[in-house]
């Protein structure tokens, strides 16, 4: 797979159910992060979680990476239509620069049907 | 809570013309990015500035694309003769210096006919 791979490509659940979405990279990296982009607008940042932590939450987001194992988990806790969008995992590649670029994978389109 | 913002929000150009995508970042963000995604796509990386100066750009800015920051908020994105493949989302983020988190505006829709 390639750099920032997504999976589930597309995920559907109840309101009020907890859904999880995967994320798989090739390079090391710096750091990751979760994107959500609603339908034709823009990026907004929900959390980011670097090379040496495990684990991270932010509200209802609960973030987890495996370096070994070049993976990430993105769970959102307690669904709400309103999380109804596509989310994106991006890596920061750990190529020894400072620019940072963001590698994103294609994305997990979740629909939550109230 | 200050946003990146970008005009237009939708520019539609006929191919072979030329286009400037605008942006305003968050005031006190130093790096600087272009981002683009073909519809259905990936974001795709475009370039990063940083000091007023490219700091690193993709394969897919070639020399059609220039950016600059002709003053202390705007930062643009020029394609000097569009072509019907550069139809796309384009995205403005900006970071600040010490942290990794990037900052997105909400994108200029390009069509190009």
Known sequence: SQQGEEDPQALSIQEGENATMNCSYKTSINNLQWYRQNSGRGLVHLILIRSNEREKHSGRLRVTLDTSKKSSSLLITASRAADTASYFCATDPNSGGSNYKLTFGKGTLLTVNP | EPEVTQTPSHQV???????????????????????RQILGQKVEFLVSFYNNEISEKSEIFDDQFSVERPDGSNFTLKIRSTKLEDSAMYFCAGRHLSSYEQYFGPGTRLTVT
Do not use: A, D, K
Not at chain 2, 17 to 24: A, G, H, M, P, S
């Open chain 2, 13 to 35: 150009t006929q191919m072979g013309q030329e286009v400037i995508l605008r942006c305003v970042p968050i005031s006190n963000h130093l790096y600087f990015y272009w981002y």
